[in-house]
């Protein structure tokens, strides 16, 4: 029995190693967005497929406020190439869904990323604030003047 399924264990174990478009998610354990993803921490999802992630922001500094993250963890824009091409292609994608699919095409809506600490990045797990639903300020998603952030 084992001699049967030995090799076919090994096939697919070398097969999703060699797969370069099979994501292999990463996670770092003191990571908050990569505990979402693995469902070790609650999040209020709006929208998830192979690559990425998508979920209200805690904290939402507009009616709409939501973060597109990659499954696989990296730090910040800085890092977008150590990340496979469809994932890439997937989170710009799954930005323009989201904001689709809360109804934001017509009026208008802002994706950012801040990247380093310069930009007041927070959360060092890429992701993309998608902020929209009403008029925003030009410092919408910047560290707010009361340094309540
Ligand atoms: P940044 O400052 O650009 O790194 O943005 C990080 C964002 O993540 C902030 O807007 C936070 O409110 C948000 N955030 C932090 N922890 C969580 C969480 N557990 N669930 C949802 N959003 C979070």
């Given at each position: 029995m084992m001699r049967r399924i030995l090799p076919l264990y090994c096939a697919v174990a070398l097969f999703a190693s060699q797969n370069p478009s099979t994501p292999l998610p990463k996670a770092v354990t003191d990571c908050i967005f990569c505990k979402i993803v693995a469902g070790t921490a609650p999040s209020r999802k709006v929208y998830e497929d192979k690559y990425v992630l998508a979920f209200w922001d805690i904290?939402?500094?507009?009616?709409v406020h939501l973060l597109v993250i990659p499954k696989q963890h990296v730090a910040s824009l800085s890092e977008l190439d150590e990340l496979p091409v469809e994932t890439r292609a997937a989170l710009l994608s799954a930005c323009v869904r989201v904001a689709k699919d809360q109804g934001l095409l017509e009026n208008g809506f802002r994706v950012i990323s801040n990247n380093g600490k310069d930009a007041n990045q927070?959360?060092?797990h890429l992701h993309f604030h998608v902020v929209g639903g009403e008029k925003l300020r030009?410092?919408?998603?910047?560290?707010d003047p009361a340094g309540k952030r």
């Open positions: 904290r939402p500094r507009a009616k927070s959360v060092f030009e410092d919408a998603i910047s560290k």
